[in-house]
């Protein structure tokens, strides 16, 4: 079992930046691959982007939506139980609440959430123009 705690949400201007961050409960969060979802009101959860444990197939691999690529970063820190969302030059059409979510699956199909087994509870985001 994983618990997953996201931190780091907040209102900000267009233009700016914010950081994410998941912190995971257990001693195995190395072996999790870990995604970020997000969520917009009225819209469906729509993947953000991942980054695949080390042991997994595709390890290190990182996967990001077209909508956010060259603006966000994935990291982690396995150190500390730790997955980052670096979000820069925030858009008002990156509000939503962001959730993490990790699986422990060899070979998962990173931007989709039926691949994942365990989810946070959420962090608002939101970008004033």
């Known amino acids: 079992q994983v618990q997953l705690v996201e931190s780091g949400g907040g209102l900000v201007q267009a233009g700016g930046s914010l950081r994410l961050s998941c912190a995971a409960s257990g001693r195995t969060f190395s072996s999790y691959t870990m995604g970020w979802f997000r969520q917009a009101p009225g819209k469906e959860r729509e993947f953000v982007g991942a980054?695949?444990?080390?042991?997994?197939?595709?390890?290190?691999?990182?996967d990001y939506a077209d909508s956010v690529k060259g603006r966000f970063t994935i990291s982690r820190d396995n150190a500390k139980n730790t997955v980052y969302l670096q979000m820069n030059n925030l858009k008002p059409e990156d509000t939503a609440v962001y959730y993490c979510a990790a699986t422990g699956k060899y070979a998962p199909s990173t931007s989709e959430e039926v691949s994942y087994d365990y989810w946070g509870q959420g962090t608002q985001v939101t970008v004033s123009s």
């Open positions: 980054i695949v444990a080390a042991i997994s197939w595709r390890g290190g691999y990182t």
